[in-house]
């Protein structure tokens, strides 16, 4: 499985190694600089030492303890003639080099560590002016340590200063991220680039070119459904009317019920696949929000479906009708309304009741509850038969599996939302919708 990682993090963690390798690489270099220079100036001190001494060389011994700690200034100096000693048969605390016939410095490797020695051979005497290595290096460790203390206090404060920019520069990004959060999920529109950095630029333009794949696509279905279910309404409201003549002339046969039965599925999943296209394409257009009476809109909504409630010698009616003046999109309303009460016929027995109340609350929404006696949906099913083509009871025939999937799309275009839930009074299903009063369509 592959794992996420942060690029902000991962730039911010980065550039702090950087940054302790980079002090790391000034304190070597520093560390070497400081020992060159310290040894430049140390070199001609203890040349001008020895060309003093060569003035008026006489016999000297240094005395060299080994507990104590010399600093850059303690130089040793030994003078010693070639015909009264011989070097290897002192006993110094530090080294004596054998005589030299040229002048120059020398390194000499000793029980208390090297020595640097500048030796000045004069006709009678040696001369030798001799310094720890280590002072040196001492020396120089201090003054790169020195020289380090001053980033090491920045350092911090340079860090802070870089996770800042880091985090500014990576702003667009999570801009980004959050104008793709904010979009409607039915959202094609392009997206503007006129502040996004150069580096987006190409992703950007990607994403608007499968928008526009992905909206001609969408486009071709609906027009391809929208053109189907039209040409299918004109044959199939023919053969029914030709299977009511052979029904009313044989009445007792009953592959022609069947074949009745069958029609009106058909007719019924035309009707329904033409409403779908029609709220697709809603959804991807501009809508027209009126001001409306939602009383009206129930009332007529029952009053077209009132010859099938009789049909089935159902009881459809209202158990709250209070005045709810609402301002949204009155054509979804309808279809919200229409096919929550076909729906609830189709699901009801015979002799069942179906109840439809309409109300408001004082927090700007508007309810219309409807309730029917039929046998209800498992609560673990609710979210099942939003889902298009879902049918829960397949041996009616009369049924499509897209009317609970239409009415829930059209509520969340309109803002609101659908609790499926059992009816306490009768029984069935109880479909509770919440619109709200003000207009609340979400824009694409």
Not at 15 to 31: E, K, P, Q
Not at 143 to 166: C, E, K, N, Q, R
Not at 353 to 362: E, R, T
């Amino acid at each position: 499985m592959e794992t996420t990682f942060s690029l902000r993090k991962r730039l911010i963690r980065y550039t702090s190694i950087f940054s302790v390798l980079l002090g790391c690489v000034l304190v070597f270099s520093a560390y070497k600089i400081s020992l060159e220079e310290i040894n430049e100036i140390l070199d001609a001190q203890m040349v001008y030492l020895a060309e003093r001494v060569e003035l008026n060389p006489r016999p000297i011994q240094s005395d060299f303890d080994v507990h104590k700690r010399y600093h850059e200034e303690d130089l040793f100096i030994d003078v010693w003639a070639y015909a009264d000693q011989n070097p290897s048969k002192m006993t110094p605390h530090h080294v004596i080099i054998e005589p030299k016939q040229k002048a120059g410095f020398y390194s000499q490797d000793t029980v208390h560590g090297t020595w640097i020695t500048y030796i000045l051979p004069t006709p009678n005497y040696q001369i030798q002016i001799s310094q720890q290595e280590k002072v040196r290096e001492h020396l120089a460790l201090e003054l790169a340590g020195s020289m380090f203390l001053p980033y090491l206090l920045i350092i911090p404060f340079a860090l802070l200063g870089l996770v800042y920019i880091i985090r500014r520069s990576m702003k667009p990004l999570e801009d980004f991220k959050s104008e793709l959060a904010k979009r409607d999920s039915n959202s094609l529109v392009a997206i503007q680039n006129g502040h996004y950095p150069a580096e987006l630029l190409p992703t950007i333009h990607e994403m608007n070119h499968l928008f526009e794949r992905i909206s001609v696509a969408q486009q071709e279905q609906r027009q391809f459904v929208a053109d189907a279910a039209h040409e299918l309404r004109t044959p199939l409201t023919a053969l029914n009317l030709q299977t009511e003549i052979l029904m009313s002339q044989f009445p007792e046969e009953g592959n022609l019920q069947n074949l009745s039965k069958g029609l009106a599925r058909m007719q019924h999943l035309v009707t329904q696949l033409l409403a779908l296209a029609k709220q697709d394409a809603s959804l991807s257009h501009e809508v027209q929000v009126t001001q409306f009476k939602l009383n009206d809109v129930a009332l007529s909504c029952v009053e077209q479906l009132m010859n099938l409630a009789m049909e089935k010698d159902i009881d459809l009616g209202f158990v709250r009708n209070e005045p709810v003046i609402l301002k949204s999109v009155e054509h979804s309303i309808h279809s919200i309304i229409f096919n929550l009460i076909d729906n609830a016929i189709k699901y009801t027995p015979v002799a069942g009741m179906i109840n439809v109340s309409v109300f408001a609350d004082i927090h700007d929404f508007a309810y219309v509850l409807i309730e029917d006696s039929g046998s209800g949906i498992d609560p673990e099913m609710y979210d099942k038969v939003l889902k298009r083509f879902y049918r829960v009871h397949h041996h009616l025939e009369v049924g499509s599996g897209l009317g609970l999937s239409i009415v829930d799309k059209a509520i969340q275009h309109l803002g609101g939302d659908l609790t499926l839930s059992r009816s306490e009074e009768l029984g069935g299903l109880s479909v509770l919708v919440k619109i709200p009063i003000q207009p609340n369509v979400k824009a694409d």
